[in-house]
């Protein structure tokens, strides 16, 4: 990772806390790989066959929850260092006794959102595989997918809207409710500005984790410029106007 | 050679040499073209630029052609607000304008000593001065040439034309603030304003920025009374620098720097690199100006701190102290009933942060009629105030300040680009605001907040928060007994007569304590 993104990070209030949360999802990465290689959960050229070649044995659910535990390891890893924002903005407007409780309720429906979105993708990204397309062809096609989807307005409307500070109720129910819809809301733009990119590590099957870190820097740096127009734009060009 | 700033109203109600020769020059300003780095309109976009409402006032057409795209991105749109770089990026923006301005009036034959005059609206041994003098709305000059100084597009607070800034709206508590720097904390956003990194619209007004800048900003723009109801140039940073008033309000605003830096030997620019050498980060814009012959000067904070070094050379005439010695903490201990005053902070302490206290139940919507809302408070947070305000009294206390308590209005929006509010805090019930300044928290003016409400601006639309300082409104129901601890109501009241005709909402009221 650049020092000056982990810089940028640690500069905003809720950073080092988020660092922290970051380094162990990719502890939690690492240690999935050691049992079976993210590549063959991400990718499922093992693993995920199991999940719609029937029938689904004890090996079959074995696969589902590493799946998600993977899923779940991704974000904490990769997201995690682009919520310094919310996570400060959360934390000022919550009453003292409620803050904790205000990041959890927002990171659950956050966390939820994504790790179903990356449960999909890997299942997406192991059918893509399993009709028989090799790794560098597939490779080559999320490229593209991930080029067309970067310079559409749509994209940069999701980006734009990952900037959003809403109002939160103070008290009771309605404080809850706004943390679980800005936590689900914050997921759903995240999720549409990202996933293209999210995708690229699932088809690279050397340099898996290499893959994932410069998505995460990208991603990261990405976060920290202002919102732009909405238009089509150059693929990947971060600093245009 | 140091020139000196010199107060508009002290130079005559008249066409003084000072502002005839601005007036000159602003007029071969505007003959030069848009692509122009050194042009009157080139300036003013750099402050901040709209094609649409440029070409509504005809300042462009749609067949004019515009500086290339790599320039604009360089040069545009660089008005720093909400941000503890407003004052800093400003003092070079007029820096620059200021070196411009002399350099056409030496090429008309003028002198070479010509300065910006300030525009001290808070002048108290003068009655005119919180309205324009001759020069800036006489229809012409002397020779009977259009006056380049007086614009259509300025409505005032009446909406006919008139500017005439109300009192309530350009009070300098500001200056009374201890730190430059304040904290994105629901607290002081400090005399100057809260870190950010380049901010070009949107986020948490500071002190000074909040009362008197955007404040006057909206009284002179104002909003025409008449159909087709414009919006004053002054009211939008988008079209502010249009208006030659602008530059004149910003030496003010310049000066009240300077004037907070000498009041007090506890004030202080801030030390730390970020913002002396600041913005910095992947992809951040830097602070660039034109030089006399158009070609960019990039600059940082670091560089605006000494008004008479090489780079800026110049004085004000008058930095003394409109407030005369007032300290906030002796006048809490007058209200608090301390028979001696409240030691300050210890120099170099760590601001406390602040900590919410309660908030209203839903979004308020505000429009031409006065809307109430009620804040409801936390039990136990409250009760900390309290104690906080009751343990000065107590029998071998220490004495430290008590808390301090903000209101916040937060998720500021509107369509509108013009119009303010007074906000009265624990209003009695059917009481008439105007004849209640004591409750009076402080003005919400809209400038800014159209370019933070567009979902796709640089802030994504979460609008502008404003804070006010309350802790005297909550000292007084204190001393009273009158101090709610369920519920504290906020009313707003529409100040400017021309009103927004488009609704405004804010998204939550809320108040913190901060412990000091």
């Known amino acids: ?241 | 050679m140091t020139v000196t700033r010199m107060n508009l109203w002290g130079l005559g109600n008249d066409w003084n040499p000072t502002m005839l020769w601005y007036a000159r020059a602003v007029r071969d300003l505007q003959t030069r073209p848009i692509t122009d780095a050194t042009s009157w309109t080139y300036l003013a976009a750099m402050h901040g630029f709209d094609p649409d409402l440029w070409q509504g006032y005809g300042y462009i057409d749609s067949t004019t052609p515009l500086p290339p795209a790599a320039a604009r991105r360089r040069d545009w749109d660089q008005c720093q607000h909400q941000s503890g770089y407003f004052l800093p990026w400003h003092r070079g923006y007029l820096a620059a304008f200021e070196a411009i301005v002399r350099d056409s009036i030496v090429k008309q034959g003028g002198p070479a000593t010509w300065a910006l005059p300030y525009w001290n609206y808070n002048e108290a041994s003068n009655p005119n001065a919180r309205t324009l003098p001759l020069a800036l709305t006489a229809p012409s000059l002397p020779d009977g040439t259009d006056n380049p100084l007086a614009t259509p597009f300025r409505y005032g607070d009446a909406g006919d034309g008139t500017v005439d800034i109300d009192p309530s709206q350009i009070r300098l508590g500001a200056l009374t603030e201890n730190d430059f720097i304040g904290a994105p904390s629901g607290g002081s956003p400090g005399f100057g304003g809260v870190p950010t990194t380049f901010n070009h619209a949107g986020g948490r007004n500071g002190m000074l920025e909040s009362e008197p800048h955007n404040n006057v900003h909206v009284e002179v723009g104002g909003q025409q009374a008449a159909p087709p109801q414009n919006v004053g140039l002054m009211s939008m940073p988008v079209t502010a620098a249009l208006d030659p008033v602008f530059w004149l309000h910003h030496a003010n605003i310049d000066r009240l720097w300077e004037v907070w830096l000498k009041r007090d030997p506890g004030h202080a620019n801030p030390t730390d690199a970020a913002w002396l050498d600041g913005p910095t980060g992947p992809g951040v814009r830097k602070f660039v100006m034109p030089d006399v012959a158009g070609n960019p000067v990039f600059y940082t904070p670091r560089d605006m701190l000494n008004t008479q070094a090489q780079n800026l050379n110049y004085v004000y005439e008058d930095t003394s102290d409109p407030l005369v010695g007032a300290r906030p903490l002796a006048q809490r201990a007058l209200t608090l009933g301390l028979a001696a005053a409240l030691p300050p902070a210890a120099a170099g302490g760590v601001t406390q942060p602040a900590e919410l206290v309660g908030a209203n139940d839903a979004a308020v919507q505000l429009g031409a009629a006065p809307v109430d809302t009620r804040v409801r408070l936390d039990r136990p947070t409250t009760a900390r105030v309290i104690r906080s305000l009751q343990s000065i009294t107590a029998p071998g206390a220490a004495a430290r300040e008590p808390d301090r308590v903000y209101l916040n209005l937060e998720n500021i929006r509107s369509e509108s680009g013009s119009g303010s509010y007074s906000v009265y805090v624990a209003l009695p019930e059917g009481a008439n605001p105007a004849e209640h300044p004591e409750n009076l928290a402080g003005t919400l003016s809209l400038f800014g907040v159209r370019r933070a409400t567009l979902a796709d601006g640089p802030q994504a639309g979460n609008g502008l928060t404003t804070v006010f300082d309350i802790t005297n409104i909550v000292d007084r129901l204190h001393m009273s007994q009158a101090l709610d601890v369920e519920h504290l109501p906020v009313r707003f009241v529409p100040s400017s007569n021309a009103g927004p005709q488009q609704s405004v909402s804010v998204g939550r009221v809320s108040i913190y304590r901060q412990a000091q």
């Open chain 1, 1 to 241: 990772m650049p020092v000056a993104v982990v810089l940028a990070v640690m500069r905003q209030g809720a950073g080092l806390p988020l660092l922290l949360a970051s380094l162990t999802g990719w502890f939690i990465l690492a240690a999935v790989d050691q049992r079976i290689p993210l590549t063959e959960i991400c990718a499922a050229s093992i693993g995920l066959a199991r999940l719609w070649v029937p029938p689904i044995g004890e090996a079959g659910q074995s696969a589902l929850a590493m799946l998600v535990l993977a899923s779940f390891a991704m974000v904490l890893a990769m997201m995690a260092p682009l919520l310094a924002v919310p996570m400060t903005h959360l934390w000022i407007r919550s009453l003292a006794r409620r803050r904790l409780r205000a990041v959890a309720l927002f990171s659950l429906a956050y966390a939820a959102v994504w790790t179903v979105t990356l449960s999909l993708l890997a299942v997406a990204s192991a059918g893509l595989l399993a009709l028989g397309i090799g790794w560098l062809t597939a490779l080559a096609l999320a490229l593209a997918v991930a080029a067309l989807w970067q310079s559409t307005p749509a994209r940069q409307g999701s980006l734009n809207r990952c900037h959003r500070l809403p109002r939160l109720g103070a008290f009771g129910w309605a404080a809850d409710r706004d943390c679980l819809a800005y936590g689900f809301t914050s997921g759903l733009w995240c999720v549409g500005a990202c996933w293209a990119l999210m995708l690229l590590p699932m088809f690279v099957e050397r340099g898996h984790f290499l893959a994932m870190l410069a998505v995460m820097a990208f991603l990261l740096i990405e976060r920290q410029m202002p919102s732009r127009a909405v238009r089509w734009r150059m693929p990947f060009a971060i600093y245009s106007a």
